[in-house]
Each structure stands twice: as C-alpha cells, then as structure tokens.
T-cell receptor, first 112, second 118 residues
Framework: DAKTTQPPSMDCAEGRAANLPCNHS???????VYWYRQIHSQGPQYIIH???NNETNEMASLIITEDRKSSTLILPHATLRDTAVYYC?????????????FGAGTILRVKS | NAGVMQNPRHLVRRRGQEARLRCSPM?????VYWYRQLPEEGLKFMVY????????ESGMPKERFSAEFPKEGPSILRIQQVVRGDSAAYFC????????????????FGQGTRLTVV
C-alpha cells in the first residue's frame, strides 16, 4: 500500500510555479521520497528524490520538512507540457532494488 | 543512450491466445521491473527480475502470468490464455544495481505495451 497522501487534483496557470504537496507522516528514517510523473498514456518519468535535504535539478525542486512528514514538489515555471499525474512515493534505503508502490497521485492541469 | 524499449507498443489478442511482451532495459541496467495499469486505474507492481533471477513476484497473478530475464536478450512478460480482464497497459522499468544502504538510483520506464483482448 502507498504510504503517501496527495490531493487528487490541482490547477496551475502557465508560467507560474506549481507546488504539489505530499504527506508521508509515517515515513521512517531510512526512507527516501521519490517523485515521478506520468503524462497521458506515456510511461512514468522520474523527476527527483531526496532523503532529508532539499534537492534541485533541471526539472524541479523538492522541499522536505524538517520532521520529514511532508514534502512539496515545485515546478518553477509550469508549462502546458507539465500537465500530468504526479506521484509521490516513499521507499526504503534498505530495500533491495527499485520497486515502486504507486498511489493515486495528483492530476496537475496547467492552463493557459 | 537509448532508453527502455518495449515492444510491441500495441498488441491485440483474442481470448485464449498467448501474449508476449518484450522489454529491453537501458544499456548497463541489469534490473527489470514490470507494472500493469488497468484502464482508469493506477500502476501496480507485478514482478522484479535480475538477470536470470526473479527477485520479487509478489504482484504477479498466480496463474497464466510468467516473466523471465535471460542472460542474453530482453525480459519477457508472458500471459497465457488471455482474458478480457488482462487488457491493460504494461510498463517495464530498469535500473542499475541498487545500492543498499546508500543513495538508491532511480528506475527508468519504457513507453509501455497496450494489450487489448478481444
């Protein structure tokens, strides 16, 4: 079962920042937070992951609260192509492999 | 560097036939994962394979489904005697050897095979 809670949907204006929240109140110390997205009918795409420090890459930023019970994925300048389902996933450092347990995710609609 | 390649992209089978779905992982990746996405539903893990070994098949239906990842060649997901309920998108992902206890690498997904059973 997924260990995260996300809002079912969000809207964002094109060019504005999209902030997607995720609650993972039962996260343990050896679990990472991963974000993937799935653009309609395509395979999921890796975005970013982190343990406790904030992370940034060319796609997005990940802000993890100090208690690690929640995080926010930030797309700094959303475009229409960012319309997708965004999945927040927690998985353990100690688990062998990269098996992912997907929840329902957040449908992000970027509007012009 | 080519990504994860899945073929065919679309597959139509009649009830009772066999479906074979292929997945070629990214170069240098020796770990493969299969997921199924039923219409209007989320992605569900099926099986995790390393070369010539099944690591975790907890998501595989007990009957008619099997998977392999031979030493040479692609990973194959095989569905025997397909039924209409098998109609779904099947996604394959691959990764490098995981670093247990350290920073895990991410998994990369293919574009999927859409199976339609008529």
């Amino acid at each position: 079962d997924a260990k995260t809670t996300q809002p079912p949907s969000m809207d964002c204006a094109e060019g504005r920042a999209a902030n997607l929240p995720c609650n993972h109140s039962t996260i343990s110390g050896n679990e990472y937070v991963y974000w993937y997205r799935q653009i309609h009918s395509q395979g999921p795409q890796y975005i970013i992951h982190g343990l406790k420090n904030n992370e940034t890459n060319e796609m997005a930023s990940l802000i993890i609260t100090e208690d690690r019970k929640s995080s926010t994925l930030i797309l700094p300048h959303a475009t229409l192509r960012d319309t997708a389902v965004y999945y927040c996933i927690v998985r353990s450092l100690m688990e062998y492999g990269n098996k992912l347990v997907f929840g329902a995710g957040t449908i992000l609609r970027v509007k012009s | 560097n080519a990504g994860v390649m899945q073929n065919p992209r679309h597959l139509v089978r009649r009830r009772g036939q066999e479906a074979r779905l292929r997945c070629s992982p990214m170069k240098g990746h020796s770990h493969v994962y299969w997921y199924r996405q039923l219409p209007e539903e989320g992605l569900k893990f099926m099986v995790y394979l390393q070369k010539e070994n099944i690591i975790d098949e907890s998501g595989m239906p007990k009957e008619r489904f099997s998977a392999e990842f031979p030493k040479e060649g692609p990973s194959i997901l095989r569905i025997q005697q397909v039924v209409r309920g098998d109609s779904a998108a099947y996604f394959c992902a691959s990764s490098t050897s995981p670093d247990r206890g350290g920073s895990n690498t991410e998994a990369f997904f293919g574009q999927g095979t859409r199976l339609t059973v008529v």
